[in-house]
């Protein structure tokens, strides 16, 4: 328990510095007064004065702040009384400064944390590679994807050149895909059951259609454990990496795809898992997880999961293929978790998606604190910063007063209003909606936590 708390504090302590420094440094480059810097909120514990700047860690771990002369609305109450000990400068107030300038102080706090995210995964592949499957077979191919020539790739196919050049791993594959310039893609493969080779020519005038036929191509991977999340069903029965999955409740299984689809289909069903180790055969009973997942249909569904990882090689990076699969990697998850929460309020307000089913997708500080564990202990921390400061990304960005976002928001009524901002009483008045809101989100999602703890 003590790591798991000790990990997450140091998670968000990172993610809140950095996001807070990011405004920090944009105040100070406008010229802008800044009054404190705070990790934290609430009581301050630890604080010290350098300069026109109080720097302070405060009780609470799940936030922080940078107040600038000028920034707050109350600041133009009657009778508001300005805490700070040090003179204030009216020529350096937020609010005195361009619309570009607030802009930039207000941005550089979500930007920073997109900034992190970037650099974490090239850290991630320049120190230890980048992951992927082994095999060049195919599967399947997904039947939701169409596109001309995609049909006649046969199952089980192994691909030996993606145009014209010879593919050795997964990786291969998709980067000969997705980076080609090329209006048709071309595959030479090999029929492994007429044991005959041939060749495919699929129509891809764009990156979109790139990026689906990659998405289309599923591998055939073998369903061998390379690893298993700690107190997770799997590590709990005793399941261990090198274990190569034979069947289940019976039924004889032949890739980590058909493994999966069993367990997400079983959520709190007790599973019989026959394992080969080392020539030994052993059966594990196990009980898949409830867990809600998004689906292609973009929908979420309750599965199941064990915590186990699928067989995976890792291939050394240089430092400019690093920095370009890095950025790439941030781009995609951005808008993988961005399109994803669109999906998840637009199905919930159309009632495509039920209340329960959306309200379960929302986490708290305790998932995160659950997650930071896990993912210390199983060597992933680092990318589940980075995926967790690309959230903070997009959820500060959201129009929400009190959030960054919000704040935009009033500068863009202030631009359509030909320079005539908010009355101070109204920007209090958003604000304290904004806060309710976020509070409320905030509750929600502890209760989710607490649910998902207790089993409620």
Same mark, same amino acid.
């Given at each position: 328990?003590?790591?798991?708390?000790?990990?997450?504090?140091?998670?968000?302590?990172?993610?809140?510095?950095?996001?807070?420094?990011?405004?920090?440094?944009?105040?100070?480059?406008?010229?802008?007064?800044?009054?404190?810097?705070?990790?934290?909120?609430?009581?301050?514990?630890?604080?010290?004065?350098?300069?026109?700047?109080?720097?302070?860690?405060?009780?609470?771990?799940?936030?922080?702040?940078?107040?600038?002369?000028?920034?707050?609305?109350?600041?133009?109450?009657?009778?508001?009384?300005?805490?700070? !000990?040090?003179?204030?400068?009216?020529? !350096?107030?937020?609010?005195?400064?361009?619309?570009?300038?607030?802009?930039?102080?207000?941005?550089?706090?979500?930007?920073?944390?997109?900034?992190?995210?970037?650099?974490?995964?090239?850290?991630?592949?320049?120190?230890?590679?980048?992951?992927?499957?082994?095999?060049?077979?195919?599967?399947?191919?997904?039947?939701?994807?169409?596109?001309?020539?995609?049909?006649?790739?046969?199952?089980?196919?192994?691909?030996?050149?993606?145009?014209?050049?010879?593919?050795?791993?997964?990786?291969?594959?998709?980067?000969?895909?997705?980076?080609?310039?090329?209006?048709?893609?071309?595959?030479?493969?090999?029929?492994?059951?007429?044991?005959?080779?041939?060749?495919?020519?699929?129509?891809?005038?764009?990156?979109?259609?790139?990026?689906?036929?990659?998405?289309?191509?599923?591998?055939?991977?073998?369903?061998?454990?390379?690893?298993?999340?700690?107190?997770?069903?799997?590590?709990?029965?005793?399941?261990?990496?090198?274990?190569?999955?034979?069947?289940?409740?019976?039924?004889?299984?032949?890739?980590?795809?058909?493994?999966?689809?069993?367990?997400?289909?079983?959520?709190?069903?007790?599973?019989?898992?026959?394992?080969?180790?080392?020539?030994?055969?052993?059966?594990?009973?196990?009980?898949?997880?409830?867990?809600?997942?998004?689906?292609?249909?973009?929908?979420?569904?309750?599965?199941?999961?064990?915590?186990?990882?699928?067989?995976?090689?890792?291939?050394?990076?240089?430092?400019?293929?690093?920095?370009?699969?890095?950025?790439?990697?941030?781009?995609?998850?951005?808008?993988?978790?961005?399109?994803?929460?669109?999906?998840?309020?637009?199905?919930?307000?159309?009632?495509?998606?039920?209340?329960?089913?959306?309200?379960?997708?929302?986490?708290?500080?305790?998932?995160?604190?659950?997650?930071?564990?896990?993912?210390?202990?199983?060597?992933?921390?680092?990318?589940?910063?980075?995926?967790?400061?690309?959230?903070?990304?997009?959820?500060?960005?959201?129009?929400?007063?009190?959030?960054?976002?919000?704040?935009?928001?009033?500068?863009?009524?202030?631009?359509?209003?030909?320079?005539?901002?908010?009355?101070?009483?109204?920007?209090?008045?958003?604000?304290?909606?904004?806060?309710?809101?976020?509070?409320?989100?905030?509750?929600?999602?502890?209760?989710?936590?607490?649910?998902?703890?207790?089993?409620?």
């Amino acid at each position: 328990m003590f790591f798991t708390i000790a990990v997450a504090v140091f998670v968000l302590g990172v993610l809140i510095l950095v996001h807070e420094s990011g405004h920090f440094l944009a105040a100070k480059l406008v010229n802008i007064q800044v009054l404190r810097f705070s990790i934290g909120l609430g009581r301050s514990l630890i604080s010290r004065r350098w300069g026109e700047t109080e720097y302070s860690i405060s009780a609470i771990p799940f936030g922080g702040y940078v107040k600038m002369a000028g920034d707050d609305p109350a600041e133009g109450l009657e009778g508001s009384i300005e805490e700070s !000990r040090v003179a204030i400068d009216p020529r !350096r107030h937020f609010d005195k400064k361009s619309v570009p300038a607030r802009a930039l102080v207000i941005l550089a706090g979500p930007l920073m944390n997109l900034l992190l995210a970037m650099v974490l995964f090239v850290w991630i592949l320049y120190f230890q590679g980048a992951e992927t499957y082994s095999t060049t077979k195919v599967e399947t191919v997904e039947k939701s994807i169409t596109l001309p020539g995609l049909e006649r790739i046969k199952e089980g196919s192994q691909i030996i050149r993606v145009n014209n050049m010879e593919v050795k791993n997964w990786r291969d594959i998709t980067d000969g895909v997705i980076n080609s310039l090329a209006t048709r893609t071309t595959f030479d493969l090999y029929d492994s059951q007429d044991r005959n080779p041939y060749s495919v020519s699929v129509s891809t005038p764009d990156d979109s259609t790139r990026l689906l036929l990659a998405v289309a191509l599923v591998p055939l991977v073998e369903p061998r454990i390379s690893g298993t999340i700690p107190g997770k069903p799997a590590a709990k029965a005793g399941m261990q990496a090198g274990d190569l999955i034979l069947s289940i409740n019976g039924k004889p299984v032949k890739s980590w795809r058909e493994v999966t689809g069993i367990v997400h289909a079983s959520a709190g069903v007790e599973l019989d898992l026959l394992v080969d180790r080392g020539g030994e055969k052993i059966n594990f009973p196990v009980i898949p997880e409830k867990n809600t997942l998004p689906q292609n249909d973009n929908t979420f569904k309750e599965v199941g999961l064990i915590g186990i990882r699928p067989p995976m090689e890792r291939i050394n990076l240089n430092l400019a293929e690093s920095v370009i699969s890095g950025s790439k990697n941030s781009i995609y998850t951005t808008y993988f978790i961005a399109t994803r929460l669109g999906q998840l309020f637009m199905g919930f307000i159309t009632g495509k998606i039920p209340l329960k089913e959306a309200r379960n997708v929302l986490g708290g500080p305790v998932m995160i604190g659950q997650y930071a564990g896990e993912s210390a202990r199983t060597g992933d921390l680092w990318a589940f910063m980075a995926i967790l400061s690309i959230n903070l990304f997009i959820l500060n960005l959201l129009p929400i007063p009190v959030l960054d976002g919000g704040h935009l928001l009033f500068l863009a009524i202030e631009v359509v209003r030909f320079g005539k901002p908010l009355s101070v009483k109204q920007r209090m008045w958003l604000i304290q909606v904004g806060l309710l809101i976020v509070l409320a989100l905030m509750l929600l999602a502890t209760a989710n936590d607490l649910g998902r703890l207790f089993g409620f």
